[in-house]
Nanobody, 127 residues
């Protein structure tokens, strides 16, 4: 089992920044590629960003490319999502998730390979 705990959400004005963190425990962190997803009220959960086990490959949804940055610190068993230039449409619950390492880049942009999920953290962007 892998336990994932997100933190860092909150209320921010449009144009502001937040950094989300996801702390992992229970299994060897480098056995997993990591992803961030979000879900707004009444909408399906959608892909935001992903990073491979070593940190040298990253993937982003078009809607956040150039504004969000995913990174990981393997010695701290933590993955981050730096969110800049936030917009009201970024308002959602943000979830981190873990997929088996060496998942394909295309697969990491879908829900499919992720078998562990955190409880989510709320991000609200006011206009």
């Amino acid at each position: 089992q892998v336990q994932l705990v997100e933190s860092g959400g909150g209320l921010v004005q449009a144009g502001g920044s937040l950094r989300l963190s996801c702390a992992a425990s229970g299994r060897t962190f480098t056995n997993y590629d990591m992803g961030w997803f979000r879900q707004a009220p009444g909408k399906e959960r959608e892909f935001v960003a992903a990073i491979n086990w070593s940190g040298d490959s990253t993937y982003y949804a078009d809607s956040v490319k150039g504004r969000f940055t995913i990174s990981r610190h393997n010695a701290k068993n933590t993955v981050y999502l730096q969110m800049n230039s936030l917009k009201p449409e970024d308002t959602a619950i943000y979830y981190c998730a873990a997929a088996p390492a060496a998942s394909s880049g295309r697969a990491l942009t879908t829900l499919g390979p992720y078998n562990y999920w955190g409880q989510g953290t709320q991000v609200t962007v006011s206009s």
